[in-house]
Every structure is written in structure tokens, then in C-alpha cells.
């Protein structure tokens, strides 16, 4: 059964600096991957989706897959206050349908002016 | 961007009671989803539908929980009669396609059973 694990399970950052957030999953045919945030209350956001190896940019957010080391990051540049919710990693296996997704718990960032 | 939107956005209910989700799906898409997600825990998958069937369901899925979309109105989730476990975030998803394009999510609504 597909584990999907984000470290840290909170970060704090300056507004304006780098927030990275890791991702790890345990099934190595994964071949979907996507980033969500969900601020308090609301429904999830999709920020970027990536299929293979390497980085994929979605305007100030980059996710890194390596397939290889199970692992997917995001990255986001000039974080702002209104970047603080909850991130959410959400992995699918092949073979499957693409949205019957695993998550994981979450990285709670909080973004300070 | 497209909305989808869920109805009631919070419900408390006593145990062994029927209870209706309702979604509203974005307009055009075909494919639809209940994901369950308990206070502190990660979002589960709970089931999908296309044309009118369940396509695929998680062990989450009950045999106490029902989905359906009759007449193209609302995509609901029913589970009767609850149990205390079923108190959670229950969050409504749809897409276009099974595989490809965005998935989209509504607020979810939250179910106490008391």
C-alpha cells in the first residue's frame, strides 16, 4: 500500500525567502504527482502537477520529481503571507485511475512579513 | 477557476442517522469523487463514479455509504445509518477525464456524529 510522507510537518519562513517542502513515497511505479494547499476552511488548491523526472514550474512554484530516490519537492520563490496554509503532496500509482490519490499529512507553512 | 461546491458545509447529526452529502460538480466534467479526511489525518480516497456507477472504491467505503447523481442534479454521498468513525472532513472532487486534466476540489463538508 502506497505511504506518501512530507517532512517538515510545519516551517516558518520570512516572507521573500525560499520555502522547501519535501515529499516522500513508497510505491516506486508512482507516476502522478501533484501539489495542493489548502488554506483554512477552503477546498484544496492545485499549485503544480509534474509526471516525470526532473522540475516542472507553475508560475512561483517548482516541484522536483526523482523517481529514483522517491521523492518529489516544492519549491516556492518570494513566498508572501498569503502563501500560509496547509501543503499538500498527493501521489497516484500507475495503472489506475490518475485521481485516486494518496496524500500526506501536510506541511503547515506560515509565511511572516 | 471552476468551482465545485458542497452543501451543507457542516452537519451534526446523532448516531444511526441517515445523512445526504451534496456536490456540485464543475458543469462539463463526467467523473466524480468523495474523498474522507478525520481531524489530524491525511485525505483518503473513499470512491469514484462515472455514468451513472462506482467505478472504483476504497475500503473506507462502507457498505453503510452510498453515492449517486441522479438526473444530473447533485452528486451525493449517503451513509445510513452513521457511526461515530464517520465523523470527518468529507471533500468532493471532479475532473473532465479519468486520467488527465485538473481535478478539482470543493470545501468539503464537515460531519460530526455525535
Known amino acids: 500500500q502506497q505511504k506518501v510522507q512530507q517532512s517538515p510537518e510545519s516551517l516558518t519562513v520570512s516572507e521573500g525567502a525560499m520555502a522547501s517542502l519535501n515529499c516522500t513515497f513508497s510505491?516506486?511505479?508512482?507516476?502522478?504527482f501533484r501539489w495542493y494547499r489548502q488554506h483554512s476552511a477552503k477546498g484544496l488548491e492545485v499549485l503544480v502537477s509534474i509526471f516525470s523526472d526532473g522540475e516542472k514550474e507553475e508560475g512561483r512554484f517548482t516541484a522536483h520529481l526523482n523517481r529514483a530516490n522517491l521523492h518529489v519537492s516544492l519549491h516556492i520563490r518570494e513566498p508572501q503571507p498569503s502563501d500560509s496554509a496547509v501543503y499538500l503532496c498527493a501521489v497516484s500509482m500507475s495503472g489506475g485511475s490518475n485521481y485516486k490519490l494518496t496524500f500526506g499529512k501536510g506541511t503547515l507553512l506560515t509565511v511572516t512579513p | 477557476g471552476p468551482k465545485v461546491l458542497q452543501i451543507p458545509s457542516h452537519q451534526i447529526i446523532d448516531m444511526g442517522q441517515m445523512v445526504t452529502l451534496n456536490c456540485d460538480p464543475v458543469s462539463n466534467h463526467l467523473y466524480f469523487y468523495w474523498y474522507k479526511q478525520i481531524l489530524g489525518q491525511q485525505m483518503e480516497f473513499l470512491v469514484n463514479f462515472y455514468n451513472g456507477k462506482v467505478m472504483e472504491k476504497s475500503k473506507l467505503f462502507k457498505d453503510q455509504f452510498s453515492v449517486e447523481r441522479p438526473d444530473g442534479s447533485y452528486f451525493t454521498l449517503k451513509i445510513q445509518p452513521t457511526a461515530l468513525e464517520d465523523s470527518a472532513v468529507y471533500f468532493c472532487?471532479?475532473?473532465?477525464?479519468?486520467?488527465?486534466?485538473?481535478?478539482?476540489f470543493g470545501e468539503g463538508s464537515k460531519l460530526t456524529v455525535l
Open positions: 510505491d516506486g511505479t508512482s507516476n502522478n
Open positions: 472532487a471532479s475532473s473532465r477525464h479519468a486520467n488527465t486534466g485538473q481535478l478539482y
